[in-house]
């Protein structure tokens, strides 16, 4: 199989992934901090280039509405301002308690082989963990650390995977490469955006400078990627409605890291109403995001072609872990877990003893390249029409960042280092949930919000319906 060329880690790779005029780059500037986000591989790069590119999609879109010249544009990233956004579940106090941002069995294991990590945040992932090791609900970590010392990695990744739960065997990029998920993934672009119909171009209201004023979005997003999409589009100015299953618990401190500017319900698709009041709301979306693994929507007509049949025009946003293909393709999957399988984790540490990125960088930088993905569609959309499908994967991001190359960004010559301090890029506001610490979006263009309209309600708790038109 022939594979794609890793393109640089840089905005200009960004850009030409989503499609864009070559030449807007060059009006992003760059602020440079030492110290943010330091490791091994080219994270504070990705961090910086997933951002800006993000930015400049928002800014173009802010120009074509108000009918300003994009050749004015002006972008501008500060690396404190990405490093602190793309660690913000860390910065987050809820009445001045820190989040539990991993559960007890979210970690790595020592098994006979090598090494593991699995994702147990959710109760029903833990318990279909622990049957699959064979322990009851008051095993102790140090009793299936046992049990899986006993154990091949590769096996105990088989079996808690054939039980529905995560678990994933320490891979070195080597190996992966040589996996049959990992040379499909190694053969695809970052992303892609495909014009997929010939619908009427998009008619968005002018003389506005907030970039998504007056788009719907219908979130079906869980667990940091798409979430911190929905809320960059609720940032600038969209009306985001977030549903989830009743049925699936959220954390709640994560939804208070990602509920910004946006509203929350909760719908169950088996139950008539519930599935009428649903598809009202998307006979009236211009965007839908969906981040659940590849098929899980299919039977309630959520597969990115069939939403684009019943409603033409709209612009569908898939995210997935490992990719809608392959032998992995309807696999579940998180940031930790795509890092250990891709040869990240092996990389930042050692095959002996594995690293972690200083950030879920996977998740928050392709929570921005969606995002930027739906802004560039929208802005195709008002040129030439036609329905818009974006994929994108957490394996793809992790395939840029391991074989990119590291020039720093592209623009204005880069400032002088200084040391980042967080604290200039986080601030407090009450909510219904609480007095909440939280970190500032790190987009900034001229004309562009410098914070949310809006601190995250209680999850669930919002009507289902849309926000009067203005």
């Known amino acids: 199989m022939t594979h794609a060329p890793h393109p640089p880690v840089d905005t200009r790779a960004v850009w030409a992934a989503l499609g864009g005029d070559p030449a807007l780059p060059a009006r992003v500037s760059y602020r440079t901090r030492a110290g943010a986000l330091p490791a091994r591989l080219p994270v504070l790069d990705l961090a910086r280039a997933c951002v800006a590119g993000c930015s400049l999609a928002a800014a173009e879109l802010a120009a074509t509405r108000a009918r300003h010249s994009v050749g004015s544009l002006r972008v501008r990233v500060d690396d404190g301002a990405v490093a ?31 090494w593991l990590r699995t994702h147990a945040n959710y109760p029903h992932h833990e318990g279909r963990l622990r049957a699959a090791i064979g322990v009851g609900p008051s095993a102790t970590v140090d009793e299936l650390a046992a049990l899986i010392a006993e154990r091949s990695a590769f096996e105990v990744e088989e079996t808690v995977y054939a039980a529905g739960g995560l678990a994933v065997a320490l891979r070195t990029p080597e190996e992966w490469a040589a996996h049959p998920q990992g040379a499909r993934v190694a053969a695809q672009p970052l992303l892609t955006l495909d014009r997929v119909d010939a619908a009427p171009p998009r008619r968005l209201s002018r003389g506005v400078l907030s970039p ?11 667990v940091i990627a798409g979430p911190v999409a929905t809320r960059t589009l609720a940032l600038l100015g969209a009306d985001v409605l977030r549903v989830d299953a009743p049925q699936l618990p959220e954390s709640a401190d994560a939804h208070a890291d990602t509920g910004f500017g946006k509203r929350s319900t909760r719908l169950d698709l088996t139950a008539a109403a519930d599935r009428r009041t649903f598809d009202a709301l998307v006979a009236e979306a211009d965007v839908v995001v969906t981040g659940y693994r590849p ?5 309630f007509g959520l597969a990115p072609e069939a939403l684009v049949e019943r409603r033409p ?44 990125l200083p950030a879920q960088a996977l998740d928050h ?21 036609g ?24 623009g204005e010559p880069a400032e002088p280092y200084e040391a980042a301090d967080p604290a200039a890029w986080l601030t407090e506001a009450d909510s219904p949930i609480g007095r909440l610490r939280h970190a500032l979006p790190p987009l900034s263009f ?11 309600g209680c999850w669930g708790t919002d009507e289902p319906g849309w926000l009067p038109a203005a």
């Open 212 to 222: 998504a004023a007056g788009v719907r979005v219908l979130d079906l997003t869980r």
């Open 446 to 456: 001229d004309g562009g919000p410098a914070n949310w309209a809006r601190p995250p």
């Open 365 to 385: 930088g392709t929570g921005y390249l969606l995002a930027a993905a739906v802004l560039r569609a929208l802005t195709e959309q008002t040129a030439d029409g």
């Open 295 to 299: 098929g899980a929507l299919d039977r």
């Open 84 to 114: 602190t956004a793309f660690t913000s579940e860390r910065h987050l106090l809820v009445d001045g308690r820190a989040p539990v941002t991993f559960a007890p069995l979210s970690r790595f294991w020592r098994a006979r082989d090598g």
């Open 387 to 410: 329905s818009r499908v974006a994929r994108l994967a957490l394996a793809h991001t992790a395939a840029w960042l391991l074989g990119g190359a590291r020039p720093v960004g592209h």
């Open 313 to 356: 025009g709209l612009v569908v946003a898939a995210l997935s872990a490992w990719g809608g293909y392959g032998p992995w393709g309807g696999r579940r999957g998180f940031d930790s877990l795509v890092q250990v399988a891709a040869g990240v984790a092996a990389t930042e540490g050692s095959p002996e003893r594995p690293g972690a």
